[in-house]
């Protein structure tokens, strides 16, 4: 059962809690654009301690910050039936996503994380970094309009190296430049798993252009890349179009 909270923001928090405390079939709990703040979040996180029902949180634009992000994350490791958690349009910032990584060291249920535009800089990109050399449940990591930077996506890279289960990372809109890029190339030349990477809207050049075109003749199980939006030009698309085509990969950039 799922179950999508329209009231006013003064019973948000009042349904969504009795909704996880007593329906014993509750399996998506959706609140997006509802004010519920860190203060709504960690009475939530609470819950979510014990709930053993609860599939998919939806908890977009909600107002939240560090503090509910940090307690959100404590849920996470001891609940074990979560699989799909959206912070989307939140501000838990690096403090916020080191404490999310923590609990993805232990945690070993949860698939899906979407932390779209949520304040994350470097520090915290590199903190889930570390986190996917050992979680091995993650499947999908939304990383995209936040700011981690070449750092960041560098550090991501080395995750990628030894993690075996992480399918799909979208990192459009980070600043993620030429040096960025190039890391990801050398992950991409050993990882087996990867099937779909957004670098989307970064600021990547023919240099970070040409060093993905070198590994994509290598990696056999990317199918899906993304660079539109990006800073390639003459050198850069023709090193792509020499990568040959199959039909399991699709390759999208501007010219």
Do not use: W
């Not at 509802?34 to 009475?43: L, T, V, Y």
């Not at 940090?70 to 989307?88: G, I, P, R, V």
């Not at 050049?205 to 199918?223: R, V, Y």
């Amino acid at each position: 059962m799922s179950q999508n909270i329209e009231s006013n923001n003064a019973l948000v928090l009042a349904e969504a809690l009795q909704a996880l405390r007593t329906d014993p079939t509750l399996t998506t709990l959706t609140l997006k654009h509802k004010s519920i703040g860190d203060s709504g979040a960690q009475a939530l996180a609470e819950e979510l301690k014990t709930n053993s029902t609860l599939i998919s949180f939806d908890l977009i634009n909600c107002s939240i910050g560090e503090n509910g992000g940090q307690a959100l994350a404590e849920a996470l490791k001891t609940n074990s039936t979560l699989y799909t958690l959206d912070l989307s349009r939140s501000a838990i910032g690096d403090n916020g996503a080191q404490a999310l990584a923590e609990a993805l060291k232990t945690n070993s249920t949860l698939y899906t994380l979407d932390l779209t535009s949520s304040s994350i800089e470097n520090n915290g990109a590199q903190a889930l970094a570390e986190a996917l050399k050992t979680n091995s449940t993650l499947g999908t990591l939304v990383l995209r309009e936040n700011h981690i930077g070449d750092n960041g996506a560098q550090a991501l890279s080395e995750a990628l190296k030894s993690n075996s289960t992480l399918t799909d990372l979208d990192m459009y809109c980070n600043s993620i430049g030429d040096n960025g890029s190039q890391s990801m190339s050398e992950a991409l030349k050993t990882n087996s798993t990867l099937a779909y990477l957004n670098l989307g809207g970064n600021l990547i050049g023919d240099t970070g252009a040409q060093a993905l075109s070198e590994a994509l003749k290598i990696n056999s199980t990317l199918t899906s890349l993304n660079l539109m939006d990006n800073f390639i030009g003459d050198h850069g698309v023709q090193a792509l179009k020499q990568v040959p085509y199959s039909a399991r990969r699709d390759i999208y950039y501007a010219y």
